[in-house]
């Protein structure tokens, strides 16, 4: 006889608007099974779970949960059916320590035996091989331990049906594997897993089956052992691409921007950059790696001008090769003095661009001030934002369009190809195909490729090793605020930079000693 | 499975389409008529007099007469004006509640140029009174965005209680100015003379304070929308970040548009004064600074709808004087009639957003 499956979707459809999220989707989990669903961003994925977990209500379609239909309307009701969801933003009280984030909102007796509760975890954890100090506060926990705590709130709760979105974003490849292995026990026990991806190599070695969304629409449901990369991405995207990115070789190479022993601290006074020290090349991709959160917005925006510098310098080699300092700049003098810096920062839409204008509004933001006129020019950015969508094949209603309700990789369009427009020396981006579908990613790349022919020097801030193994020429490595290394792209490897990327506190530590 | 085992909601919300702008309106006529209905029936229930007595009566206090008509389209035109004051405030997301107290102060320079000035020449008089209550007002919006740029001091708070210190500072002045002594009050200022009085224009007293709103609305629209400045309002109030990133001076943008925010209600204080009442008293504003907020916010600070709104506010207001004495109701039943009005205009966004779907019955038949 066959398998009941535990979850059973069927003919699930979700609109919003006059958007299609998810049309007719058809998707089961078994017990003891790991299903990954896979997609582009905008595919459907985040949405198809989210009517799992009781936060959207499906327009039509049903829903089974060991073979009984059910009727999922709130996240309390998912609760009561087993399902738990981890989402990419944790949702946890950062006062309160992991264990009593865990029985937070729990039914209960009048008095809390906290020991109790303890033990209760602990035997949980063990089981599962969870690495948890429940005694911390959340504050002072990483990325990846948060999210422990929030799996281990759901198994608590007695989830039977885990889902997660996008667990792998923010960890190293050493914390991923530790999360796989945690999952994979979960799933020997006869839990359901439900893991939201889209990048390949995990699929390939967590899963058992991979079902695929393309455009909210599914497309099919393969196992794991049948399929490749190529297999994936083909109905992921619906026709064959190649995944090989080019890396063209640096020319010119003169120094273009040292910075030297650069420090910041935050608004609560903690050092959140130490000592950075790098040169940039001219016709060079810099990357920039790091665990999320090691100091990399903060040293873009030093060199941007928006972050204040506590020590160090930051040194501009312009078209003379004069020697400029940009040190103790603000973003306004740094242009009027002719440095051609450009920055794609990480916030698109809350620092980049002002997402209720247009694209001719956005355009703006780096030329309304030219002319001594009161009044704005809105002629220049009006043509540059039209050659931009002509170029780049941005899809939007009009140049005046609202750019936040274009789709993520449009947005990017815009804002690189504004950056970019100035033609600059210096280009930072920061995680610049972070949310963007396989297609719009390749153009960005692309495009930084082109400015490093042209003689730019690149700063890439990236979050996927393999993507900055295969575009960048040299990869320097940010842990907790310091650089433990600077590494060549060609024949460095990803574990070397994945145990880089941890060596930050003891680089501190060793300096304190000194 | 039965159908009773699955729940499915009765009705769920779902998001809608962009709506044209010919459907949109539609539905707030809906809404009008749907309101003007509700209110029928809530007047004769509670008064049982007939509701269209009542309605007739509304427009006959607001519009009867050519003088009524002018008073209540003048008082438009002030409510407007204050309105327009916190438009730049709060495009850039300053939430600046002390328009009230902005009026005030700009009320009381311009009283105070009159009093102190009733020999000067009427050239003096008019040039110093509209700059003295300009000054005044700016200087109230000042004190806060300065705080806020330096301190980054909440703005609420701030300019709210700042108008309570306006109020103090005007009864403080009173006590100087009062005529005749011990009336606490400072009457008519310069009855005989009229000096800085605003003049009228082809035997029209109230013609004048609606243009100088007009070529307010006007030049502020051009502001915000077509001067480097307003391009940098725009920009702080949707983001900080992002005018950082452009290299915008954002502190400076928040004292600057403060200054004009409250340049602007020194302006409706000044016409307050000089153009309607030739008085100052701590009611002088008369919760204007307030009802101002509304005007900007249902007219989603567009200057046309705001002066939709605004003449609105005014005509239900001066509708109610002449129901409470006609029928003997008092002032609140009119306000319960605005209430009634904008819950059912405003209801309209909901229905222009979202749409309502219900259980498919014959879907639940077959299960």
Known sequence: ?514 | MSATTVKEPWVHVVKRDRMTVGKSALIHLAGVVLALIICALVIFMLTGLNPIDVYAGIWDGALGTSRRTWVTLRDSAILLCIGFAITPAFRMRFWNIGAEGQVLVGAMATAAVMIYGANWPSWALYTLMPIAGVLAGALWGLIPAVFKAKWNTNETLFTLMLNYVAMQAVTYAIIFWENPKGSNSVGLINMQSEAGWLPSIADNKYLLTIFVVLVIMVLLYGYMKYTKQGYEISVVGESENTARYAGINVKRVIIRTMALSGALAGVAGFLLVSGAGHTISTSVADGRGFTAIVVAWLGKLNPFAMLVVAFFLVFMQRGSIQIASQFGLNDSASEILTGIILFCVLGCEFFINYRLEFRHEEEAVKA
């Open chain 1, 1 to 514: 006889m066959e398998k009941q499956p535990m979850i059973e979707m069927r003919g699930v459809t979700k609109r919003f608007g006059k958007v299609v999220a998810n049309e007719n989707v058809d998707l089961s989990v078994y017990p003891g099974e790991i299903l990954s669903v896979l997609g582009e961003n905008g595919s459907g994925k985040t949405t198809l779970m989210n009517m799992l977990s009781g936060i959207y209500f499906p327009d039509e379609g049903r829903i089974f949960i060991n073979g009984k239909e059910v009727v999922i309307r709130s996240p309390k009701d998912a609760f009561v059916l087993g399902i738990g969801m981890i989402h990419q933003h944790f949702k946890l009280v950062d006062v309160l320590t992991a264990a009593e984030n865990i029985i937070l909102g729990l039914p209960g007796a009048l008095t809390l035996d906290m020991k109790k509760v303890t033990a209760d975890i602990l035997a949980l954890t063990k089981r599962y091989g969870f690495d948890i100090d429940l005694n911390r506060k959340i504050y002072e926990m990483s990325v990846s331990q948060k999210q422990t705590v929030e799996i281990v709130k759901m198994l608590y709760r007695g989830a039977n049906i885990l889902i997660l979105d996008e667990p792998t974003a923010v960890l190293t490849p050493q914390e991923t594997d530790k999360l796989f292995s945690v999952l994979r026990n979960m799933r020997d026990s006869g839990k359901s897993i439900l893991i939201i991806t889209h990048k390949l190599h995990e699929v390939l070695s967590l899963s058992d089956r991979v079902s695929v969304l393309r455009k909210g629409k599914y497309i099919g449901t393969v196992q794991t052992a049948e399929a490749t990369e190529m297999s994936l991405t083909e109905m992921m995207v619906g026709k064959k691409v190649t995944l090989d990115i080019e890396r063209p070789e640096p020319i010119g190479s003169e120094v273009r921007m040292e910075v030297k022993g650069v420090s910041c601290v935050n608004r609560e006074g903690r050092e959140v950059l130490h000592q950075v020290s790098f040169t940039a090349k001219s016709g060079e991709i810099l990357g920039i790696a790091g665990i999320a959160g090691s100091g990399q917005k903060q040293l873009l925006e030093a060199i941007a001008g928006l972050q204040p510098v506590t020590a160090g310098s930051i040194i501009y080699f312009d078209e003379q090769n004069q020697q400029r300092e940009l040190t103790k700049c603000s973003t306004a003098e740094i242009r009027m003095m002719g440095v051609r810096l450009s920055f794609v920062p990480e916030d698109r839409l809350g620092m980049g661009l002002v997402g209720a204008m247009g694209s001719t509004g956005n355009m703006m933001l780096r030329t309304y001030r030219s002319g001594s006129s009161v009044f704005t020019d809105r002629k220049t950015p009006r043509s540059m934002a039209e050659k931009i969508i002509k170029e780049l094949e941005v899809v939007t209603p009009s140049v005046e369009a609202p750019v936040g309700r274009m789709s993520g990789g449009n947005v990017q369009k815009v804002l690189v190809g504004r950056e970019i427009a100035s033609s600059p020396r210096v280009l930072m981006v920061a995680y610049p195909v972070r949310g963007l579908d396989i297609n719009s990613s390749y153009t960005i790349y692309h495009l930084l490729n082109e400015q490093k022919k042209s003689g730019a020097s690149v700063l890439c801030v990236g979050e996927d090793l393999d993507v900055l193994l295969a575009l960048c020429d040299r990869i320097l490595v940010l842990s907790a605020g310091c650089v433990t290394g600077i590494v060549d792209g060609r024949t460095a490897t990803k574990e070397e930079v994945g145990l880089l990327m941890t060596q930050g506190d003891r680089a501190h530590a060793k300096e304190e000693t000194k």
